[in-house]
C-alpha cells in the first residue's frame, strides 16, 4: 500500500494558521484520493476533509468550512491542508489516508494511514 508521510503540524495561538502536509510514495499518486482525520485525546476519530484523484472534488466537514481547505499537487506527490482561524476545538493529531478510489469517504481496512502530527492550538 502506498507509504504516506505527514508534517507541518505545532503549537499554535488562537486564531493562527498551520498547513499539513501528506508526502505519499504512490505511483502514480493520481490513483489515490486522500483525506485527513483527526483524533483528540479521548475522542473518537473523525473525518476532516478529503480530495478526489483529480483534486477537482473536496469534501469538508461542517465544522471546519470556511477555516480548512485541501489541495493536492500529484506532480509532488503531496496533499496539503491548509488550517486558518484555528480554535482550541482543532487540538489534535491529524492523520491523513489514502485509498485508490474517486474520493474517500468512510475509510477502509485495506487504505493507509500515515502517523499523524500533532496540532495544538493554544487559548
Known amino acids: 500500500q502506498v507509504q504516506l508521510v505527514e508534517s507541518g503540524g505545532g503549537l499554535v495561538q488562537v486564531g493562527g494558521s498551520l498547513r499539513l502536509s501528506c508526502a505519499a510514495s504512490a505511483r502514480p499518486f493520481s490513483s489515490y484520493s486522500v483525506a485527513w482525520f483527526r483524533q483528540a485525546p479521548g475522542k473518537e476519530r473523525k473525518f476532516v476533509a478529503a480530495i478526489g484523484q483529480s483534486g477537482g472534488t473536496t469534501s469538508i466537514v461542517n465544522s471546519v468550512r470556511g477555516r480548512f481547505s485541501i489541495s493536492r499537487d500529484n506532480a509532488k506527490n503531496t496533499v496539503y491542508l491548509q488550517m486558518n482561524n484555528l480554535q482550541p476545538e482543532d487540538t489534535a493529531v491529524y492523520y491523513c489516508?489514502?485509498?485508490?478510489?474517486?474520493?474517500?469517504?468512510?475509510?477502509?481496512?485495506?487504505?493507509?494511514w500515515g502517523q499523524g502530527t500533532q496540532v495544538t492550538v493554544s487559548s
Open positions: 489516508y489514502a485509498e485508490p478510489v474517486a474520493i474517500v469517504t468512510i475509510p477502509r481496512d485495506s487504505g493507509s
